[in-house]
């Protein structure tokens, strides 16, 4: 994971954002969720539908309620992915459920 997607995940809070927020958190939001493969909207700061869809392809992913806000799970979730030591030379995580999983962008799945 590069640097710059590790300072934009650790510039996230758990501060609740959802439909209708907007600014820059929910920017960054939005180009965490690109470079991790989830959303390929506009990164213009409104936490609109698409990104709320994003939201939950990524908790989908790991397990967590489906609900398409930023709330402290998927924030942790976001977070624990972040943090270099917690990956191997090989660069395979363990989700928080313990899924292995080879890297991050390898989560998105198509929907048909």
Same mark, same amino acid.
């Given at each position: ?31 965490? $969720?690109? !470079?991790?493969?989830?959303? =390929?909207? #506009? &990164? ?19 397990? $967590?309620? !489906?609900?398409?806000?930023? =709330?402290? #799970? &998927? ?38």
């Amino acid at each position: 994971m590069e640097t710059s997607l590790q300072t934009l995940i650790q510039t996230l809070e758990p501060n609740g954002l959802s439909l209708g927020s907007y600014g820059r958190s929910v920017r960054s939001l939005q180009l965490v $969720l690109s !470079e991790l493969q989830f959303y =390929n909207g #506009a &990164t213009d700061g409104y936490f609109g539908e698409e990104t709320a869809v994003a939201l939950q392809r990524l908790q989908r992913d790991f397990d $967590l309620a !489906e609900t398409g806000d930023l =709330n402290t #799970a &998927t924030w942790y979730t976001l977070t624990f992915w972040a943090l270099p030591q917690r990956r191997s030379a090989t660069q395979t995580k363990v989700s928080p459920l313990g899924r292995s999983v080879a890297n991050p962008s390898s989560l998105h799945t198509q929907s048909g």
